[in-house]
């Protein structure tokens, strides 16, 4: 199946728009829609060319601890000889628009919309934009955690259209999670999955758990239950969820909601902050 995959607008709105939006930044959780991602609040990155980028999410006293997430875009022949400002960092790469040319350790390859992967702390890597129209895709950074007898994960390359979703439990399959690297792998202490519900579909219990998320809405809408609170979410919309903020959600139609999902997994605790 052919998936359209959101990403920020940009532009700016005009003069005419009223101020009144979605936005919400709670302690527990932070909504911030695909509206408020314009022109005015991209970055630009040292060592990308052609590149702009909105910082979705960054570590943060009272927000996120675990991660960074950027949407990034690419003009044609952008990219990155030196990507990666951080070694102890992993990546993973999501492709949402155009046409991506990633090299891993010299080898090449091409990632079109819904194109994956990942890559391990150490990595050498770099990203160009072979054209002709603009890249996009999410780029999503985690301080990996090394455990003493396991090695650090290899790169994996895949996409979306290559993966088959696993069904949740008793759902009839209306709740799906594509899971592009094993679950049960240890040197993995993220997952990052595309995550879709089938109009109507539910999270039938408000979920209270130990992982953070990041949830970037790839396609539709649903009703979202953070903390306390019922949410609109749509295509192009972000969502942080602090760890053990109740969550659940109600899919809205016509068509499937999917996003693409972080949590920090498969590591002990840590005991001292």
């Not at 936005?23 to 590149?51: K, N, Q």
Request: proline residues 10%; charged residues 20%; contains cysteine.
């Amino acid at each position: 199946m052919d998936h359209g995959y959101a990403f920020p607008p940009g532009g700016h709105p005009d003069q005419t728009t009223l101020l009144t939006g979605r936005a919400v930044f709670t302690e527990a959780y932070a909504v911030i829609p695909r509206g408020t991602m314009r022109d005015i609040v991209t970055s630009r990155l040292p060592h990308w060319d052609g590149c702009r980028a909105w910082v979705l999410a960054r570590p943060l006293s009272g927000f996120a601890e675990t991660f960074a997430q950027l949407a990034v875009e690419l003009e044609p022949g952008g990219g990155s000889d030196r990507p990666e400002p951080d070694a102890g960092a992993e990546s993973v790469i999501f492709v949402t628009g155009g046409a991506l040319s990633l090299r891993i350790a010299g080898s090449a390859h091409d990632l079109a919309p819904g194109g994956f992967a990942y890559l391990p702390p150490g990595a050498d890597w770099q990203v160009t934009n072979p054209g002709p129209g603009t890249a996009r895709f999410h780029w999503i950074r985690k301080r990996y955690e090394p455990v003493e007898g396991l090695d650090a994960p290899d790169p994996v390359i895949t996409s979306d259209a290559d993966v088959a979703p696993d069904p949740m439990p008793d759902t009839d399959g209306r709740w799906a999670t594509t899971r592009f690297v094993d679950p049960a792998d240890m040197r993995h202490d993220m997952a990052v999955t595309v995550v879709t519900f089938q109009p109507g579909a539910a999270i039938p219990f408000a979920e209270t758990h130990v992982m953070e998320h990041g949830l970037y809405v790839l396609e539709g809408k649903a009703v979202y239950r953070l903390n306390a609170d019922w949410v609109e979410v749509e295509a192009g919309d972000f969502m942080w969820l602090r760890a053990f903020c109740p969550q659940a959600c109600y899919a809205g139609g016509p068509g499937p909601f999917r996003y693409l999902l972080y949590k920090d997994v498969n590591r002990h605790p840590r005991l001292a902050l």
